[in-house]
């Protein structure tokens, strides 16, 4: 039995362990979804499936069928001594790895090609084209068990611009290799010695620490990560059986911060709750000096109210709020590519010219926040805050 | 018909305007509930119905029905001038009157005694027999038509203590007077004259503004109130028929966030999110100096970690965090109906023995929050955020 979709839902059902029912109803009520560009053959998990995690996608092939598992979620230590303990207690030492500030892709093959699945599961044909330029094709034909996570990091980035990291362009850090279907990840020294092999870009290693050395060597880390605005660390069960952990910086959280409330009626409260109690726990677990709480109270605040007052003068001149960002590509036709995902994915864009720089095109994007304008906007014509 | 909680429906139902059923479905539905304890004869709303606030009571009488209007919901201005220019240029002037910090009340004549209604429509028994002793009862017998509605404040003040007014225990301040049933509203002045005729206890009033000159006058208003950390002012249309908006202290919203953020699991995000954008409108519209709004920054910056901090703290130290209030009351009897009363709502309180202070009794109330308590503790045991 073949869908409208062009899929056999009785295989499909069986390969993914469900009844045929279940997974008809799941494409009817659209948790299930058919890919909408030339990618037919792809169907992208719009929420969590019994055990199969949201962004999951199922690809369909010519023998068969293969689910690339989603991003798993990554839990947060608040206080980093009694989660070590708690949570890997039964390893006995943890890997440290870095935790950059981009967004999550996962590259896999596909029809002898390389694509490029964002943390929701869409192709994005930005990030393809910097995965099949960024990465070894070897890989892909001698693993084609395996998948690659990595973070896409640099400036040339639509999502998550940052210049912190001292890249020119993009550049991708993988750290996760995971098999296909179960998900089952590599084992963390394993994966880097296999991604090295091919020569992958990879996320920083800060090291092995004992559970009882490793919040302490953490705790520099990140003063150190702070320093400079990077984000954090996951840390992770060297066996990768345990569950990986993550924690941050408050430098980094503050920079998020000052992000979202510069468009604070978008990202507004689900966004900010968790961030500020973030800052009290680690203010209470490094037992800081009146001066220091001082300053995370005056950083806080700080990087709550100034964007947000930036964007209510820039409304105040008839400007709309919004973000330049940049992309770099190689092939011109990504450009018309990337703008169309964008507006089918409903982000109010602008594209400059395409600039040629060496063998590439810069273009730049201006991201329009319609939401956050037009709230400031009709506050600031005496519109009440109900 | 009569119902089994021995309303009849259809004179009901006619009485509010509502058909029969619609009536019976929302006694069913438990919107419209009837009162648990000795008030027999009162349904509260527990949400909006068809034009009739929640909040609002309906009151079954040998010879017919009343209806008690909820408190309408002030709107509140986040910029002074435009709002105040778009919502009062019918009006030509405005009054200010201030906007006190502790919990309405609404007192109406039931059965020939007195009682006091919260917002949420409750007949709260302290409320009630500070009620009986704090106001004139002549009123009620002369006015059977009218609703006193107004703020109780003071430190003997179960749900919001503050010492800030200068009370020695606990004062009742009328702030509206309106019609039974329609809920129409005195003009101010009308009001004002009216509650001092029986000498009631009043919100402070600032003055009639013209329009042109109001926002100004309010911001010197503000400024001092927030000296002193009183709340704010509500802006009212003389005649009372255009809406009232609020507006308030910086200060005064500061300190709201100190008591939210000490039970941070409780009072979260959607508590902290407008008043952490209040600050960012109105550091805009007063065109901070940098010292000014760095000092902004700080004071927002510290009432949300500092009582953060105190609460770890305290659950470290094995204690469980809480808030002490207290009520102060003639009659021993309305002890023990608080303490069922807040059992009933689900509140966690433990009273101390009641204290000889003059005629009256004194009674220390310690409230426990244990949802903060159990997701700090949980914290500090190394639980992890999702």
Same mark, same amino acid.
């Given at each position: 039995m073949t869908d409208k979709n062009g899929i056999d839902i009785e295989k499909a059902a069986e390969f993914l362990d469900l009844p045929p029912s279940r997974f008809s109803g799941l494409l009817e009520k659209r948790t299930i979804i058919h890919n909408w560009d030339e990618y037919q053959n792809l169907f992208r998990f719009d929420s969590h499936v019994s055990g199969i995690e949201e962004g999951s996608v199922l690809i369909v092939k010519d023998d068969g069928f293969e689910l690339i598992r989603g991003f798993p979620k990554i839990k947060r230590a608040m206080t980093l001594v009694p989660s070590i303990e708690r949570n890997f207690s039964e390893a006995g030492s943890v890997i440290v790895e870095e935790k950059m500030n981009g967004y999550n892709v996962r590259v896999t093959e596909y029809m002898g090609e390389l694509i490029a699945l964002t943390r929701s599961g869409h192709v994005c044909p930005y990030s393809t084209e910097r995965a099949r330029h960024l990465l070894n094709h070897d890989f892909f034909e001698q693993h084609p068990e395996l998948v690659i996570y990595g973070e896409m990091v640099?400036?040339?980035?639509? /999502?998550v611009p940052k210049d912190? /990291?001292?890249?020119e362009s993009l550049d991708f850090f993988v750290f996760d290799i995971r098999h296909k279907t179960d998900g089952k990840p590599l084992p963390v020294m394993k994966r880097r010695e296999l991604a090295g092999n091919y020569g992958f870009t990879q996320v920083k290693l800060f090291g092995e620490f004992d559970i009882q050395q490793a919040s302490a060597e953490i705790t520099e880390i990140i003063r150190e990560l702070g320093k400079t605005e990077h984000e954090g660390v996951v840390i992770k069960d060297p066996e990768m059986v345990l569950q990986p952990i993550k924690y941050t910086c408050s430098e980094g959280n503050n920079a998020d911060l000052r992000h979202a409330f510069r468009f604070y009626n978008d990202s507004g409260r689900d966004y900010m709750f968790p961030r500020v109690v973030r800052e009290g726990f680690q203010s209470f677990e490094w037992n800081e000096s009146e001066e220091e709480l001082k300053q995370r109270c005056l950083r806080l605040g700080e990087s709550i109210l100034r964007p947000m007052i930036q964007s209510i003068r820039e409304v105040e001149n008839n400007e709309r709020i919004s973000e330049d960002v940049r992309i770099r590509v190689k092939d011109r036709d990504t450009i018309d590519r990337f703008r169309s995902y964008l507006e089918r994915l409903g982000v109010d864009v602008v594209f400059s010219e395409p600039e040629r720089v060496g063998d590439e095109y810069l273009v730049r994007i201006n991201k329009v926040n319609q939401s956050t304008t037009d709230k400031t906007k009709s506050i600031l014509e005496g519109q009440l805050w109900s």
């Open positions: 640099g400036p040339d980035n639509p /999502y912190i /990291y001292g890249l």
